[in-house]
């Protein structure tokens, strides 16, 4: 049996994160191996997804895996359930940037492309880890497991032009919500983060491509900044956590302040100032 950081007494947790090669995916296969889960990190890229988890050390497993694919979905399960016997935590993180330009020049198969990961992967993921967990006995304080969504300020605010993510990112808490209250007597917990603006690979890429104004979105956010990959993944483990244990069908804002500012930007004290405060 693989090594385990597992306090004694319990049983080792085992948590899947997807799209866990990069970004907020990568912080959160550290957070939870900290925090003593077995962790299979899931990503298209089969080798990125065993080198980090080479990276975490013993006791983890990285898989190729295409969150569209049911066929490739289950594959991973088995793989996971085969190495652990049980799976803990999801977290539904894969995702892809979103096609850019006016919405009249857009392409059907860039949007339906976004909404097949984004929302059909959550969907799949989901599906399939709950047909493994309600098949296995609850563990105190932990039930028979919880998934987190990737939800987005997308989910609720609108963004110019970017239509399949927004869409997606929406149809998201709506299924959070929705599984969550079909589960939740049989010891299941879903809930999602709705993260602002993040430092990562993906969002980099969208400033490059003029899709994204990094200075405008330091300007916008209260807090004044991007979060951290690592900031997001504090909050996912949380929601995974026995912490949470009261906790489902929630959306949980990481996004400094993003959705709750409703005044005109001049209503922002100027960035160094906010800093120095």
């Known amino acids: 049996m693989a090594a385990s950081n597992a306090k004694p007494g319990l049983t080792a947790a085992v948590a899947i994160v997807t799209g866990a090669a990069d970004g907020i ?18 990503d298209l890229r089969a080798e990125a997804a065993q080198a980090r988890a080479a990276e975490l050390g013993a006791g983890h497993l990285g898989l190729a895996c295409n969150v569209t694919e049911p066929a490739g979905v289950e ?30 020049q857009q392409n059907v198969e860039a949007f339906d ?4 990961v984004h929302l059909r992967g ?59 209250s079909e589960w939740a007597r049989a010891g299941i917990r879903v809930n999602a983060v709705a993260p602002g603006y993040v430092r990562t690979a993906l969002v980099a890429e969208l ?13 916008r956010t209260p807090m004044g900044r991007m979060a951290e990959p690592a900031e997001i993944a504090e909050a996912i483990a949380f929601l995974a956590s026995a912490r949470a244990s009261y906790i489902t069908g929630a959306v949980l804002p990481v996004d400094g ?5 409703g005044a005109p930007e001049s209503a922002l004290p100027e960035l160094a100032e906010a800093a120095g405060s």
């Open 257 to 261: 302040g993003w959705t709750t500012f």
């Open 25 to 42: 995916g990568w912080a959160c296969a550290q957070r939870l191996a900290a925090d003593g889960y077995r962790v299979a990190l899931l």
């Open 122 to 180: 959550t969907f799949l993921m989901s599906q399939a880890v709950a047909r493994v967990m309600l098949q296995t006995d609850a563990v105190a304080g932990r039930g028979r497991g919880a998934i987190v969504n990737l939800g987005s300020i997308a989910s609720v605010t609108g963004l110019p032009s970017r239509n399949a993510y927004s869409a997606a990112k929406a149809g998201v808490l709506g299924m959070t919500r929705a599984m969550a």
């Open 207 to 219: 400033e490059r491509k003029g899709a994204v104004d990094g200075k405008g979105i330091a300007h």
């Open 113 to 116: 492309r976004v909404l097949a």
């Open 75 to 104: 594959a991973a399960l088995a793989a996971v359930v085969a190495q652990w016997g049980r799976i803990d935590v999801l977290v539904n993180n894969a995702g892809i940037g979103d096609q850019t330009g006016a919405t009249v």
